[in-house]
């Protein structure tokens, strides 16, 4: 089989590797009908994240079912699955209050830009839709997998609720996504910070009420005056940089929520400042398995059409095509098609 | 009038200083019961807060109103007050969610060890209790006007509910308070780090049913094997240094609460660390305010008594000696009488 690997900075390549098999009887392997390339893989891919020996790439996906191992209860092979990034039983403590990116026996699921994907612990992490779904709705099933998981997280961490005023930091495909999950939820108004006419586009179809295109402490001017000097009830930072996140901070109000969902990089907060801000700050790998069932549902009811973040669709050996597109934000997502 | 002023680092003199009078229409003059020495008046008595000028201290206060400005209409001469560090109008944006202490308008009250108090805005700041309150009650309604309001705070940030497994990090006053609060919101486990013996008989007498002796990394030890390695709930960080914060996250659980309520003097907070923590972290200057109210009366009440916090109790001339003795921790706090 033959999947992403990445060997250095900006050095991916679709090369042979080993097919994934069962190898503990929690296991089971998922022929993946299709995949894609996150926005935390640019990390390692720009090198801000060493890549120490060639990585095997990827971790959102779906697809059917190939085999189970020999305790596996909940699903079954043929089934179609959706999963989180990082498996998980579903039942330690950590797991029971919702955090299951904090399971006690997760384990990271990667190399799943290839045609098959081994999910560990495969009873707590996948979900089965109860039927094969239509091919058309494949992309927004996908998104389920990681993005949308992460911005609906950004926008529940952010306490975001009906009538809420929400500033979404961040319009790659999670804060897009943390725009539809804070319409989903009620807010009131939901300001979108973006200077790119396509996103803004994006962002607006999923529910933004306003643009500010300004960033730093231009675009915190914008939020304190469209708020009346007062700042944002909820912000969600769905970017993960320093800069991003003192906007954050800065853009709420006091008293305040701020999530963030990115892996924060040189990101440091002062104590005594973070004090007098009043705010709440909430974030963490988003522990998407916990809204998986209802983010499914939306999905299969027509309410929401989160696949839309993909902006490039490829065929999976043009993996390194799709991460260059998104590296030079010519795409906002790119699908891969096995 | 004569009053307490710090001159620098241990030279706490208790002076002559200007009688107050009423300067803003809004303001009350408040002749004190009773007054005390705050533990952040500590940072400054020891130099780890810079002094540049000649200081009057005190911000905690009850007393009877001695005079209020034209335009003052919900206290009136005569009447028992409470009133918090920071007035309020409570009614601006920030005081209206529960945010008096990032009030628009706010004031820090300042010059509150001296037999009388200028409080600015009593409209919004000061609470009237229904009566002139007996002369035993005095001390616990001086604890609600700031250390008690400030363990109360320090509760609820951390999201204390009934059942919580909490840890108090601290045992001051304000983490003994907190302490109290824990019980009065229905905690099932409140583990308080303490090693010395009176504050953990005070400890226990306020509801803590453990107490832990050990720091840093052995003190987590500890609260991770009294909590089957899960960590708890709900920690209230009631120090305000980076060994105790530190100590404070560690001890929370993936998806706890941590509340922070003393001024963080040299606290810094990796974003990255403090992401795979998964806490919810939120503090700054407790909004007594919004507290007042409901902790009056459960003082008139007798159901809780806040009050024995105060384990030094000195004519207000002896103030220099009062802070010794908590410099020193021979006194947990210093009650002053006027």
């Given at each position: 089989m033959k999947g992403a690997v990445l060997y250095g900075p900006r050095d991916l390549r679709f090369v042979e590797r080993e097919t994934p098999t069962i190898v503990a009887p929690t296991d089971a392997v998922v022929r993946l009908a299709a995949t894609c390339v996150c926005g935390s893989d640019l990390w390692p891919y720009r090198g801000i994240q060493a890549t120490t020996q060639p990585a095997p790439m990827g971790h959102e996906y779906c697809g059917i079912v190939e085999e189970v191992g020999s305790s596996v209860r909940s699903v079954k092979p043929g089934q179609f699955v959706i999963g989180s990034f990082f498996a998980s039983d579903n039942t330690c403590p950590n797991c029971q209050i919702g955090y299951q990116t904090s399971c006690q026996h997760r384990e990271f699921v990667i190399g799943a830009q290839a045609p098959l994907l081994r999910v560990p612990l495969a009873d707590g992490t996948l979900v089965a839709t109860p039927e094969i779904p239509p091919a058309h709705l494949i992309p927004d099933l996908l998104a389920v997998s990681d993005v949308l998981g992460t911005g609906w997280?950004?926008?529940?961490?952010?306490?975001?609720?009906?009538?809420?005023?929400?500033?979404?930091?961040?319009?790659?495909?999670?804060?897009?996504?943390?725009?539809?999950?804070?319409?989903?939820?009620?807010?009131?108004?939901?300001?979108?910070?973006?200077?790119?006419?396509?996103?803004?586009?994006?962002?607006?179809?999923?529910?933004?009420?306003?643009?500010?295109?300004?960033?730093?402490?231009?675009?915190?001017?914008?939020?304190?005056?469209?708020?009346?000097?007062?700042?944002?009830?909820?912000?969600?930072?769905?970017?993960?940089?320093?800069?991003?996140?003192?906007?954050?901070?800065?853009?709420?109000?006091?008293?305040?929520?701020?999530?963030?969902?990115?892996?924060?990089?040189?990101?440091?907060?002062?104590?005594?400042?973070?004090?007098?801000?009043?705010?709440?700050?909430?974030?963490?790998?988003?522990?998407?398995?916990?809204?998986l069932p209802k983010l499914i549902d939306l999905v299969l009811d027509g309410r929401i059409n989160p696949g839309k973040v993909f902006d490039l669709t490829l065929p999976l050996e043009q993996v390194a095509e799709g991460y260059r597109a998104m590296d030079e934000r010519r795409a906002i997502k790119t699908l891969l098609r096995p």
């Amino acid at each position: 089989m033959k999947g992403a690997v990445l060997y250095g900075p900006r050095d991916l390549r679709f090369v042979e590797r080993e097919t994934p098999t069962i190898v503990a009887p929690t296991d089971a392997v998922v022929r993946l009908a299709a995949t894609c390339v996150c926005g935390s893989d640019l990390w390692p891919y720009r090198g801000i994240q060493a890549t120490t020996q060639p990585a095997p790439m990827g971790h959102e996906y779906c697809g059917i079912v190939e085999e189970v191992g020999s305790s596996v209860r909940s699903v079954k092979p043929g089934q179609f699955v959706i999963g989180s990034f990082f498996a998980s039983d579903n039942t330690c403590p950590n797991c029971q209050i919702g955090y299951q990116t904090s399971c006690q026996h997760r384990e990271f699921v990667i190399g799943a830009q290839a045609p098959l994907l081994r999910v560990p612990l495969a009873d707590g992490t996948l979900v089965a839709t109860p039927e094969i779904p239509p091919a058309h709705l494949i992309p927004d099933l996908l998104a389920v997998s990681d993005v949308l998981g992460t911005g609906w997280f950004a926008a529940d961490a952010a306490n975001v609720t009906p009538g809420s005023v929400v500033v979404v930091v961040g319009d790659g495909a999670v804060g897009l996504l943390g725009v539809l999950a804070a319409r989903e939820r009620g807010a009131g108004r939901i300001i979108a910070m973006s200077r790119h006419s396509t996103r803004q586009r994006l962002a607006r179809d999923y529910g933004a009420t306003d643009i500010v295109t300004e960033r730093g402490d231009d675009g915190v001017a914008q939020i304190l005056e469209l708020t009346q000097g007062v700042g944002a009830d909820c912000v969600l930072e769905c970017v993960g940089t320093q800069e991003s996140m003192q906007q954050a901070i800065r853009s709420a109000r006091r008293g305040g929520y701020v999530s963030y969902v990115g892996v924060p990089h040189g990101v440091e907060f002062k104590g005594e400042e973070l004090f007098y801000t009043h705010v709440h700050l909430h974030g963490g790998p988003a522990p998407v398995r916990r809204y998986l069932p209802k983010l499914i549902d939306l999905v299969l009811d027509g309410r929401i059409n989160p696949g839309k973040v993909f902006d490039l669709t490829l065929p999976l050996e043009q993996v390194a095509e799709g991460y260059r597109a998104m590296d030079e934000r010519r795409a906002i997502k790119t699908l891969l098609r096995p």
